[in-house]
């Protein structure tokens, strides 16, 4: 894998992965109702809406062709 920098920082980017890191691994099993009662948790909607964030970043040229914009120069 060669030479590593060990100052870098990686963002994980799979959307699977990192959900199920986030809310399955340690929890699976623990709580039954756990979406209905973290639906006003503020560490889930951070994680949610920095996830949407970046979805919409990944899907740019998806996005703006769909809302009939893709011929216009923009700058993300």
């Known amino acids: 894998m060669g030479d590593l920098d060990r100052n870098a920082l990686y963002q994980?980017?799979?959307y699977y992965t990192?959900?199920?890191?986030?809310y399955i691994k340690n929890n699976y099993g623990e709580d039954e109702h756990y979406w209905s009662n973290?639906?006003?948790?503020?560490?889930?909607?951070?994680?949610?809406g920095l996830t949407f964030e970046?979805?919409?970043k990944d899907h740019i040229l998806q996005i703006k062709k769909k809302l009939g914009?893709?011929?216009v120069l923009s700058e993300e």
């Open 12 to 14: 994980l980017s799979d």
């Open 18 to 22: 990192a959900f199920y890191y986030r």
């Open 38 to 48: 973290a639906i006003d948790n503020l560490a889930r909607r951070s994680w949610t």
């Open 54 to 56: 970046q979805l919409c």
């Open 69 to 71: 914009i893709s011929g």
